[in-house]
């Protein structure tokens, strides 16, 4: 697959470039916004943008607003934004980015985020009765999840949740979105209910970081389930 990579420093371009070109897939490197709106506009094609927020020449909303305007379908985008700056891990999370990475950050989470967004649908398929994920085991007859030989019995919900989780991991999922799709509203007081089904698929599934998996909130935007290379 191709994934195309546009930070202002030329060090971090190169250092995601080998990242990339380690899990097997083509990177391609821009320095300036406009190099990489010209390839775009010239069709070249990435099954992945690696976008910095304050790229020079615009900024990543500004890109954002460009890719969905000028291009049939937008490729998905990882925006990569200061640690320091945590507002703009959200703006960029509003604006439309898929994920983000905080610079600096760890080699191997940044190849795992990459690697999520480019699994696009070659996950397990939907009608299977089992379905593994790293050390769980999820049967969708029973609503359980084994994990080390025990099983876990879920609510229709809480599997519905977990799943979800599971399905997009390494993915940060908007309150929304969550709310949208499993309990069908976005109202205010559902929030409750969905604090309280994700601290009981944390503590039911035992999701720490020595199992594989850790969720943790991502300030103003929604949860995210991360996977810890073991």
């Known amino acids: 697959m191709r994934v195309g990579i546009a930070d202002g420093e030329s060090e971090v371009v190169a250092h995601l470039k080998l990242i990339v070109q380690d899990l097997g897939h083509e990177a391609v490197g821009f320095v300036e916004s406009s190099a990489l709106t010209q390839a775009l506009s010239k069709k070249t094609t990435f099954d992945l943008v690696i976008l910095d927020w304050n790229i020079p020449g615009s900024d990543g909303y500004s890109i954002l607003q460009w890719m969905e305007t000028n291009l049939p379908k937008r490729p998905p985008v990882i925006m990569m934004a200061s640690r320091s700056a945590k507002r703009d891990i959200t703006d960029a999370l509003n604006a439309g980015a898929d994920d983000y990475i905080t610079k600096p950050e760890d080699r191997s989470i940044i190849a795992a985020r990459v690697s999520a967004l480019l699994r696009g649908s070659s996950a397990t398929g939907a009608f299977d009765t089992e379905v593994t994920y790293g050390k769980y085991t999820m049967n969708r007859l029973e609503q359980s999840v084994?994990?080390?030989?025990?099983?876990?019995?879920?609510?229709?919900?809480?599997?519905?949740?977990?799943?979800?989780?599971?399905?997009?991991?390494?993915?940060?999922?908007?309150?929304?979105?969550?709310?949208?799709?499993?309990?069908?509203?976005?109202?205010?007081?559902?929030?409750?209910?969905?604090?309280?089904?994700?601290?009981?698929?944390?503590?039911?599934?035992?999701?720490?970081?020595?199992?594989?998996?850790?969720?943790?909130?991502?300030?103003?935007?929604?949860y995210r389930l991360e996977t810890i290379p073991l």
Do not use: C, Q
């Not at 799709?181 to 698929?201: E, G, Q, Y």
């Open 146 to 222: 084994t994990l080390h030989g025990k099983t876990a019995f879920l609510t229709a919900k809480e599997f519905e949740l977990a799943e979800m989780f599971f399905k997009n991991a390494d993915r940060t999922l908007a309150r929304n979105f969550i709310m949208e799709t499993i309990w069908r509203t976005t109202a205010t007081l559902a929030t409750r209910t969905l604090d309280m089904h994700i601290s009981r698929v944390r503590a039911k599934l035992d999701l720490r970081p020595e199992n594989g998996f850790r969720i943790f909130t991502v300030f103003g935007y929604g």
